[in-house]
């Protein structure tokens, strides 16, 4: 595996490589608060087999410091991968992307279908993206998309980031309480801790980069999207007029959704949700489910594959048990024997 820096017309990214260049291409997507690193077991499983390509996005571990403009919801991050495949000689690729990596796939998708063999999606982020919308449509419940974006992030867990805090002082913002709260189901813990854990130090902190900016608004729970940054990119807002382009346009890509059945934060009930928050009684001033319910993401996911599946999209849907957020780190072999198996003849 090569550790190398990769020059493209739009940004320089840091980019895991394994295998060789003759092999079919696999490009990896990380999440947020997380890095290229996150993949490396999995490059090292299948590098014999294939090209594998795994860079950290702008504003993550090696890659530029560049800011995000959110307003094209995930539009840089789009154009400086599909820059990348460029500047390395792929024409066609598999992708696989985590969390908020999956959710840049259905922006692929959408932006450039023709580049992709298939698609795997990890614990995506919902279609709609996250945060805000009550219904499997992706309806918001207010229309400044309150309870999306910047605003919505613990800023201590951000200032520890920023602090490269490592220890497990706070239970509500230390990153490594974080992870092993929610990344995995507890009590598993990766053999390869250490590592996770500096790869989701290297992400960048600012209003401009994680959690970025955002404003006041007058709806429940009290803020709305800004401009920049990773979360306010994942914004509804931002992000809903892209699910028609991927329902017509990435109806010839086959993918494989797979996700954990204990899932904490990509879930209809997730945890990082204000809908979630306010219902259990964690945010004052819940204006009730009628009005700001738990956002349906995984139901969102199924509803907006199945009508891709009316037009002729395949997709299959795996849920792994006894897993939480991370399969593909928490249930290692069995994950890789499913991919290789999604993969075989594609």
């Not at 580049?115 to 229309?143: E, H, I």
């Not at 329902?247 to 890509?253: D, G, L, P």
Request: net charge negative.
């Amino acid at each position: 595996m090569q550790s190398t820096r990769i020059f493209t017309p739009r940004i320089t990214q840091h980019v895991l490589l394994g295998g060789q260049a003759d092999k079919p291409a696999l490009l990896f997507i990380h999440g947020n608060a997380s890095s290229s690193i996150f993949w490396k077991r999995i490059i090292a499983a299948l590098e014999d087999d294939y090209f594998c390509i795994a860079p950290d996005l702008r504003g993550y571990g090696g890659t530029d410091d560049l800011t995000i403009d959110a307003t094209r919801g995930f539009g840089d991050f789009v154009d400086d991968l599909l820059a990348l495949l460029t500047q390395l000689g792929v024409d066609r690729c598999h992708v696989v992307g985590h969390s908020l990596g999956g959710g840049v796939i259905w922006s692929l998708l959408a932006a450039a279908p023709a580049r992709f063999y298939s698609a795997t999606l990890v614990n995506p982020a919902s279609p709609f993206g996250f945060g805000g919308t009550k219904d499997v449509d992706g309806n918001p419940c207010f229309a400044d998309f309150a309870g999306s974006g910047g605003g919505i992030v613990n800023p201590n867990f951000a200032q520890k980031i920023a602090e490269g805090d490592r220890s497990s002082d706070d239970p509500q913002a230390s990153p490594r309480v974080v992870m092993n709260a929610f990344y995995w189901k507890p009590p598993f813990e990766p053999d390869w801790m250490e590592e996770l854990l500096d790869g989701l130090l290297t992400e960048k902190i600012g209003p401009e980069r994680y959690p970025g900016d955002f404003e006041a608004s007058a709806n429940y729970p009290f803020v709305a999207p800004g401009k920049w940054g990773p979360i306010n990119a994942s914004s509804p807002k931002y992000l809903g007029t892209t699910v028609a382009d991927f329902i017509q346009r990435s109806v010839a890509v086959p993918i494989w959704w797979v996700r954990g059945d204990a899932d904490l934060i990509v879930s209809d009930q997730s945890f990082f949700d204000f809908g979630t928050l306010g219902k259990l009684g964690y945010i004052p001033n819940y204006p009730g489910e009628d009005v700001y319910p738990p956002q349906p993401m995984v139901s969102q996911t199924r509803a907006v594959l199945e009508q891709r599946a009316a037009l002729g999209g395949e997709y299959t849907e795996t849920v792994m048990t006894d897993c939480g957020h991370s399969p593909f780190i928490e249930q290692e072999a069995e994950f890789l024997q499913q991919f290789r198996q999604f993969l075989k003849g594609r």
